[in-house]
Protein backbone atom coordinates (compact mmCIF):
# COMPACT_ATOMS: atom_id res chain seq x y z
CA UNK A 1 0.00 0.00 0.00
CA UNK A 2 1.31 3.51 -0.69
CA UNK A 3 -0.12 6.66 0.97
CA UNK A 4 0.30 10.07 -0.53
CA UNK A 5 -0.17 12.37 1.71
CA UNK A 6 -0.48 16.70 0.86
CA UNK A 7 0.45 19.65 2.81
CA UNK A 8 -2.02 21.54 4.59
CA UNK A 9 -1.43 25.21 6.84
CA UNK A 10 -4.16 23.84 9.57
CA UNK A 11 -2.90 20.82 10.03
CA UNK A 12 -0.47 22.79 12.16
CA UNK A 13 -2.15 24.05 14.26
CA UNK A 14 -4.25 20.55 14.84
CA UNK A 15 -0.93 19.06 15.45
CA UNK A 16 -0.88 20.37 19.01
CA UNK A 17 -4.16 18.37 20.12
CA UNK A 18 -3.53 15.28 18.57
CA UNK A 19 0.48 14.79 19.11
CA UNK A 20 1.40 12.47 22.50
CA UNK A 21 4.86 11.91 23.17
CA UNK A 22 7.77 13.38 21.11
CA UNK A 23 10.18 10.35 19.15
CA UNK A 24 13.16 11.98 17.95
CA UNK A 25 13.10 15.39 16.12
CA UNK A 26 9.64 15.09 14.24
CA UNK A 27 8.02 11.58 14.94
CA UNK A 28 4.48 11.59 16.97
CA UNK A 29 3.60 8.41 18.18
CA UNK A 30 -0.70 7.61 18.27
CA UNK A 31 -2.66 6.34 21.12
CA UNK A 32 -3.70 3.04 19.87
CA UNK A 33 -2.28 0.48 17.72
CA UNK A 34 -4.51 1.15 14.87
CA UNK A 35 -4.29 4.79 13.66
CA UNK A 36 -7.78 6.12 13.95
CA UNK A 37 -8.42 9.65 12.06
CA UNK A 38 -5.02 10.53 10.62
CA UNK A 39 -4.82 14.52 10.20
CA UNK A 40 -3.54 16.14 7.39
CA UNK A 41 0.18 16.69 6.64
CA UNK A 42 0.65 13.15 8.64
CA UNK A 43 0.98 9.66 7.93
CA UNK A 44 0.51 6.78 10.49
CA UNK A 45 0.92 3.36 10.44
CA UNK A 46 -0.01 0.91 12.78
CA UNK A 47 1.59 -1.24 15.09
CA UNK A 48 3.35 -4.28 13.12
CA UNK A 49 2.39 -2.69 9.88
CA UNK A 50 4.52 -2.00 6.96
CA UNK A 51 3.70 0.67 4.85
CA UNK A 52 4.94 2.39 1.90
CA UNK A 53 5.11 6.26 2.45
CA UNK A 54 5.53 9.20 -0.22
CA UNK A 55 5.43 12.78 0.74
CA UNK A 56 3.78 15.17 -1.60
CA UNK A 57 6.37 17.68 -0.63
CA UNK A 58 9.16 16.38 -2.03
CA UNK A 59 7.93 12.61 -3.40
CA UNK A 60 10.13 10.74 -1.49
CA UNK A 61 8.79 7.39 -0.32
CA UNK A 62 10.02 5.26 2.31
CA UNK A 63 9.03 2.14 3.66
CA UNK A 64 8.15 2.50 7.44
CA UNK A 65 7.95 -0.53 9.57
CA UNK A 66 6.61 -0.25 12.80
CA UNK A 67 7.96 -2.63 15.07
CA UNK A 68 8.45 -0.59 18.47
CA UNK A 69 8.01 -1.94 21.75
CA UNK A 70 5.38 0.18 22.70
CA UNK A 71 2.61 -1.74 20.49
CA UNK A 72 1.24 1.41 19.37
CA UNK A 73 0.97 3.23 16.30
CA UNK A 74 3.41 5.81 15.05
CA UNK A 75 2.46 9.51 13.31
CA UNK A 76 4.69 10.49 10.95
CA UNK A 77 4.67 14.47 9.99
CA UNK A 78 5.31 15.31 6.11
CA UNK A 79 4.71 18.95 6.00
CA UNK A 80 8.11 19.53 4.88
CA UNK A 81 10.73 17.95 3.51
CA UNK A 82 12.73 19.12 6.37
CA UNK A 83 10.20 16.59 8.97
CA UNK A 84 10.15 13.92 6.73
CA UNK A 85 14.02 13.71 5.99
CA UNK A 86 14.81 13.96 9.75
CA UNK A 87 12.17 11.13 10.43
CA UNK A 88 13.69 8.78 8.29
CA UNK A 89 17.53 9.26 9.57
CA UNK A 90 16.06 9.75 13.43
CA UNK A 91 13.65 7.30 13.07
CA UNK A 92 12.84 5.68 16.89
CA UNK A 93 13.96 2.53 18.30
CA UNK A 94 11.97 -0.34 16.83
CA UNK A 95 10.93 1.87 13.55
CA UNK A 96 12.84 0.55 10.71
CA UNK A 97 13.04 2.66 7.16
CA UNK A 98 13.27 0.44 4.00
CA UNK A 99 13.03 0.94 0.20
CA UNK A 100 9.57 1.48 -1.22
CA UNK A 101 8.44 -1.68 -2.94
CA UNK A 102 11.27 -3.64 -1.34
CA UNK A 103 9.86 -7.07 0.98
CA UNK A 104 9.52 -5.76 4.56
CA UNK A 105 12.62 -7.03 6.85
CA UNK A 106 12.04 -10.44 9.10
CA UNK A 107 11.28 -9.80 12.58
CA UNK A 108 13.38 -12.52 14.60
CA UNK A 109 12.06 -13.37 18.11
CA UNK A 110 13.98 -15.55 19.70
CA UNK A 111 13.48 -17.94 23.41
CA UNK A 112 15.44 -19.71 25.90
CA UNK A 113 12.86 -19.78 28.83
CA UNK A 114 9.36 -21.22 28.55
CA UNK A 115 6.51 -18.26 28.33
CA UNK A 116 2.83 -17.28 26.73
CA UNK A 117 4.11 -15.11 24.08
CA UNK A 118 1.61 -12.23 22.79
CA UNK A 119 2.38 -11.64 19.01
CA UNK A 120 2.45 -7.70 17.42
CA UNK A 121 -0.70 -6.60 15.99
CA UNK A 122 -0.78 -7.77 12.27
CA UNK A 123 1.02 -11.10 13.02
CA UNK A 124 -0.10 -13.66 10.91
CA UNK A 125 0.96 -17.59 11.32
CA UNK A 126 1.27 -17.71 7.21
CA UNK A 127 4.16 -15.45 7.00
CA UNK A 128 5.73 -16.69 9.93
CA UNK A 129 8.58 -19.74 10.60
CA UNK A 130 8.47 -21.35 13.67
CA UNK A 131 10.93 -23.39 14.52
CA UNK A 132 12.96 -25.16 18.32
CA UNK A 133 15.61 -27.48 19.33
CA UNK A 134 15.26 -29.60 21.72
CA UNK A 135 17.23 -29.84 24.78
CA UNK A 136 20.30 -32.42 24.79
CA UNK A 137 20.67 -35.63 27.35
CA UNK A 138 22.87 -35.32 29.99
CA UNK A 139 26.00 -37.62 29.83
CA UNK A 140 26.50 -40.76 31.28
CA UNK A 141 28.38 -41.82 35.09
CA UNK A 142 29.72 -44.70 33.04
CA UNK A 143 30.92 -42.99 30.39
CA UNK A 144 28.69 -42.10 27.37
CA UNK A 145 27.67 -38.97 26.12
CA UNK A 146 24.56 -37.80 25.91
CA UNK A 147 22.37 -37.13 22.20
CA UNK A 148 21.58 -33.80 20.97
CA UNK A 149 18.61 -32.15 20.82
CA UNK A 150 16.22 -32.66 17.27
CA UNK A 151 14.88 -30.21 15.39
CA UNK A 152 11.63 -29.27 14.35
CA UNK A 153 9.97 -26.34 12.81
CA UNK A 154 6.69 -25.20 11.14
CA UNK A 155 6.00 -23.08 7.72
CA UNK A 156 2.02 -23.19 6.54
CA UNK A 157 1.48 -20.35 3.53
CA UNK A 158 -1.51 -21.69 2.58
CA UNK A 159 -3.98 -20.12 5.03
CA UNK A 160 -3.65 -18.28 8.48
CA UNK A 161 -4.21 -19.99 12.07
CA UNK A 162 -5.71 -17.27 14.14
CA UNK A 163 -2.72 -16.42 16.59
CA UNK A 164 -4.10 -15.10 20.47
CA UNK A 165 -0.88 -16.27 22.03
CA UNK A 166 0.96 -18.83 21.46
CA UNK A 167 2.67 -21.14 24.46
CA UNK A 168 6.60 -21.45 23.76
CA UNK A 169 7.88 -24.62 25.56
CA UNK A 170 11.73 -24.51 26.17
CA UNK A 171 13.14 -28.23 26.96
CA UNK A 172 16.11 -27.88 29.56
CA UNK A 173 19.28 -30.15 28.77
CA UNK A 174 19.33 -32.91 31.31
CA UNK A 175 21.89 -33.52 34.23
CA UNK A 176 23.52 -36.40 35.14
CA UNK A 177 22.38 -39.52 33.65
CA UNK A 178 18.95 -37.68 32.26
CA UNK A 179 17.15 -36.89 29.27
CA UNK A 180 16.72 -33.67 27.52
CA UNK A 181 13.43 -31.45 27.43
CA UNK A 182 11.31 -31.05 24.36
CA UNK A 183 10.61 -27.77 22.91
CA UNK A 184 7.41 -26.70 21.48
CA UNK A 185 5.10 -24.14 20.37
CA UNK A 186 1.57 -24.48 20.51
CA UNK A 187 -0.83 -21.95 18.85
CA UNK A 188 -3.98 -20.98 20.93
CA UNK A 189 -7.01 -18.77 19.34
CA UNK A 190 -8.32 -17.41 22.15
CA UNK A 191 -11.56 -19.77 22.45
CA UNK A 192 -10.20 -22.58 24.24
CA UNK A 193 -8.56 -23.69 20.88
CA UNK A 194 -5.18 -24.66 20.04
CA UNK A 195 -2.61 -26.77 17.97
CA UNK A 196 0.98 -27.92 18.40
CA UNK A 197 2.83 -26.78 15.47
CA UNK A 198 6.35 -27.29 16.63
CA UNK A 199 7.43 -30.53 18.89
CA UNK A 200 11.26 -30.75 19.23
CA UNK A 201 12.45 -33.54 20.79
CA UNK A 202 15.06 -33.81 23.52
CA UNK A 203 17.88 -35.82 23.07
CA UNK A 204 18.50 -39.06 25.42
CA UNK A 205 20.63 -39.86 28.35
CA UNK A 206 23.91 -41.21 27.83
CA UNK A 207 22.82 -44.88 29.41
CA UNK A 208 25.50 -47.14 30.71
CA UNK A 209 28.05 -47.21 28.52
CA UNK A 210 25.41 -46.90 25.45
CA UNK A 211 25.73 -43.52 23.82
CA UNK A 212 22.48 -41.53 24.46
CA UNK A 213 19.74 -41.22 21.35
CA UNK A 214 19.91 -37.93 19.15
CA UNK A 215 15.78 -36.70 19.70
CA UNK A 216 13.49 -38.02 16.80
CA UNK A 217 12.61 -36.20 14.10
CA UNK A 218 9.21 -35.46 14.13
CA UNK A 219 7.45 -35.64 10.50
CA UNK A 220 4.73 -33.88 9.89
CA UNK A 221 2.96 -32.09 6.88
CA UNK A 222 4.37 -28.64 6.32
CA UNK A 223 7.11 -29.48 8.30
CA UNK A 224 10.73 -30.08 8.07
CA UNK A 225 12.07 -32.18 11.12
CA UNK A 226 15.78 -33.64 11.79
CA UNK A 227 16.91 -35.97 14.70
CA UNK A 228 19.68 -35.06 17.20
CA UNK A 229 23.07 -36.67 16.99
CA UNK A 230 24.23 -39.37 19.57
CA UNK A 231 26.11 -39.34 22.20
CA UNK A 232 29.42 -41.61 22.15
CA UNK A 233 29.76 -45.16 23.32
CA UNK A 234 31.94 -45.88 26.28
CA UNK A 235 33.78 -49.05 25.87
CA UNK A 236 34.09 -50.66 29.09
CA UNK A 237 37.40 -51.78 28.16
CA UNK A 238 39.09 -48.21 28.23
CA UNK A 239 39.10 -45.62 30.67
CA UNK A 240 38.67 -42.49 28.43
CA UNK A 241 34.56 -41.35 28.43
CA UNK A 242 32.61 -40.05 25.45
CA UNK A 243 31.52 -36.83 23.70
CA UNK A 244 28.13 -35.64 23.35
CA UNK A 245 26.02 -35.97 20.01
CA UNK A 246 25.03 -32.29 18.40
CA UNK A 247 21.98 -30.76 18.07
CA UNK A 248 20.14 -30.98 14.57
CA UNK A 249 20.64 -28.55 11.86
CA UNK A 250 17.42 -26.73 10.36
CA UNK A 251 18.95 -28.54 7.02
CA UNK A 252 20.56 -31.87 8.36
CA UNK A 253 20.30 -34.89 10.93
CA UNK A 254 23.30 -33.87 14.18
CA UNK A 255 26.57 -35.38 14.40
CA UNK A 256 27.09 -38.37 16.99
CA UNK A 257 30.04 -37.69 19.68
CA UNK A 258 33.39 -39.46 19.56
CA UNK A 259 34.07 -43.03 21.16
CA UNK A 260 35.84 -42.81 24.28
CA UNK A 261 39.71 -43.27 23.68
CA UNK A 262 41.90 -45.83 25.69
CA UNK A 263 43.07 -42.80 27.89
CA UNK A 264 41.46 -39.78 26.66
CA UNK A 265 37.95 -38.10 26.01
CA UNK A 266 36.29 -38.36 23.21
CA UNK A 267 35.14 -35.24 21.34
CA UNK A 268 31.84 -33.63 21.15
CA UNK A 269 29.77 -34.02 17.99
CA UNK A 270 30.44 -30.18 16.20
CA UNK A 271 27.38 -28.97 14.30
CA UNK A 272 28.61 -29.84 10.98
CA UNK A 273 31.01 -33.00 11.07
CA UNK A 274 31.69 -36.15 13.66
CA UNK A 275 34.17 -36.21 16.36
CA UNK A 276 37.33 -38.73 16.15
CA UNK A 277 37.85 -41.61 19.45
CA UNK A 278 40.45 -40.10 21.96
CA UNK A 279 43.95 -40.89 21.67
CA UNK A 280 46.42 -42.72 24.46
CA UNK A 281 46.66 -39.55 26.68
CA UNK A 282 44.87 -36.42 25.35
CA UNK A 283 41.51 -36.44 24.35
CA UNK A 284 40.60 -35.91 20.85
CA UNK A 285 39.25 -33.04 18.94
CA UNK A 286 36.03 -31.99 19.04
CA UNK A 287 34.10 -32.22 15.56
CA UNK A 288 34.53 -29.33 12.97
CA UNK A 289 31.26 -26.92 12.91
CA UNK A 290 29.51 -25.16 9.60
CA UNK A 291 30.46 -21.93 8.99
CA UNK A 292 33.98 -22.22 9.10
CA UNK A 293 33.53 -23.39 12.78
CA UNK A 294 36.05 -25.56 14.40
CA UNK A 295 36.27 -28.45 16.94
CA UNK A 296 37.87 -27.82 20.51
CA UNK A 297 41.32 -28.67 20.75
CA UNK A 298 42.42 -31.95 22.23
CA UNK A 299 42.98 -32.03 26.14
CA UNK A 300 46.79 -31.76 26.74
CA UNK A 301 47.67 -30.26 30.22
CA UNK A 302 44.35 -29.06 31.28
CA UNK A 303 41.04 -29.01 29.78
CA UNK A 304 40.03 -29.48 25.93
CA UNK A 305 39.10 -26.37 24.07
CA UNK A 306 35.48 -25.48 23.76
CA UNK A 307 34.34 -25.62 20.19
CA UNK A 308 33.67 -22.63 18.23
CA UNK A 309 30.50 -21.77 16.11
CA UNK A 310 29.05 -25.47 16.78
CA UNK A 311 32.12 -27.14 17.08
CA UNK A 312 32.37 -30.07 19.75
CA UNK A 313 34.64 -29.60 22.77
CA UNK A 314 37.49 -31.09 22.87
CA UNK A 315 37.88 -34.60 24.95
CA UNK A 316 39.82 -34.17 28.06
CA UNK A 317 43.59 -35.43 28.47
CA UNK A 318 44.39 -37.85 31.02
CA UNK A 319 44.71 -36.90 34.97
CA UNK A 320 43.13 -36.24 37.66
CA UNK A 321 42.66 -32.65 37.35
CA UNK A 322 41.63 -32.10 34.23
CA UNK A 323 38.16 -31.29 32.01
CA UNK A 324 36.52 -32.12 28.89
CA UNK A 325 35.93 -29.21 26.65
CA UNK A 326 32.26 -27.40 26.59
CA UNK A 327 30.68 -27.47 23.11
CA UNK A 328 30.62 -24.13 20.81
CA UNK A 329 27.26 -23.30 19.47
CA UNK A 330 26.58 -22.17 15.90
CA UNK A 331 24.51 -19.11 14.22
CA UNK A 332 22.55 -20.40 12.15
CA UNK A 333 19.08 -19.44 12.54
CA UNK A 334 17.56 -16.08 13.57
CA UNK A 335 19.40 -13.53 11.62
CA UNK A 336 22.92 -15.38 12.85
CA UNK A 337 21.81 -14.66 16.29
CA UNK A 338 21.51 -18.14 17.57
CA UNK A 339 21.63 -21.85 16.16
CA UNK A 340 22.05 -25.40 17.29
CA UNK A 341 24.95 -26.78 19.42
CA UNK A 342 28.01 -28.60 19.50
CA UNK A 343 28.23 -31.90 22.18
CA UNK A 344 30.35 -31.40 25.11
CA UNK A 345 33.47 -33.50 25.30
CA UNK A 346 34.41 -36.89 27.33
CA UNK A 347 36.26 -36.62 30.04
CA UNK A 348 39.77 -38.37 30.23
CA UNK A 349 41.29 -40.76 32.37
CA UNK A 350 42.94 -40.03 36.15
CA UNK A 351 46.45 -40.33 37.18
CA UNK A 352 46.09 -43.41 38.65
CA UNK A 353 44.66 -45.38 35.13
CA UNK A 354 41.85 -46.32 37.06
CA UNK A 355 39.93 -43.79 37.12
CA UNK A 356 38.30 -40.82 35.02
CA UNK A 357 39.54 -37.22 34.81
CA UNK A 358 37.13 -34.71 36.15
CA UNK A 359 33.34 -34.17 34.77
CA UNK A 360 32.38 -34.22 31.45
CA UNK A 361 31.76 -31.48 29.41
CA UNK A 362 28.82 -29.57 28.38
CA UNK A 363 26.40 -29.41 25.69
CA UNK A 364 25.29 -26.31 24.72
CA UNK A 365 21.97 -24.96 22.43
CA UNK A 366 21.02 -28.64 23.01
CA UNK A 367 24.11 -30.24 22.26
CA UNK A 368 24.29 -33.53 24.72
CA UNK A 369 26.53 -33.78 27.56
CA UNK A 370 29.79 -35.50 27.54
CA UNK A 371 30.48 -38.93 29.85
CA UNK A 372 32.43 -39.42 32.71
CA UNK A 373 32.86 -42.28 35.15
CA UNK A 374 33.87 -40.90 38.21
CA UNK A 375 32.98 -37.02 38.45
CA UNK A 376 29.90 -35.96 36.92
CA UNK A 377 29.51 -35.86 33.80
CA UNK A 378 28.48 -32.88 31.68
CA UNK A 379 24.83 -31.57 31.22
CA UNK A 380 23.15 -31.68 28.21
CA UNK A 381 22.68 -27.75 26.44
CA UNK A 382 19.13 -26.18 26.67
CA UNK A 383 16.70 -26.23 23.64
CA UNK A 384 15.08 -22.72 22.40
CA UNK A 385 13.02 -21.86 19.85
CA UNK A 386 12.53 -18.71 17.00
CA UNK A 387 9.84 -17.00 15.58
CA UNK A 388 10.48 -15.55 12.35
CA UNK A 389 7.83 -13.46 11.22
CA UNK A 390 7.63 -11.03 7.82
CA UNK A 391 5.06 -7.95 8.03
Not at 79 to 92: A, D, L, Q, V
Not at 309 to 333: K, P
Amino acid sequence: MNIKHGTSRTARFLKLAIATVAIGVASRQALAQTCGTVPSGMACVAAGASVDVTASIDGVCAKITNSHASGKAIMIPLRTSTEWSTFRSKSPSGVSIGLCGAPAAPQYFVFTTSQTWTPPNGFETSKALLECVGGGGGGSSSGAGGGGGAYDSWKQTFFNVVADTLTITVGTGGGADANGGQSSIDINDGLGGSVQAVNASGGGRGNGTQGGLGGAANPSTGNFSYAGGSGGYADSAVTGSSGGGSAALPTATGFDGGAAGPKGGGGGGGVGAAASNGLLAAGSAGGTGTSAGTGGTAGASQSGGNGSMGGGGGGGARGSLYYAGNAGFSRLMAGGSIGPGGGGGGAGEGNDDSTDGRAGGDGSNGGGGGGSRVMPPGRGGNGFCVITWTP
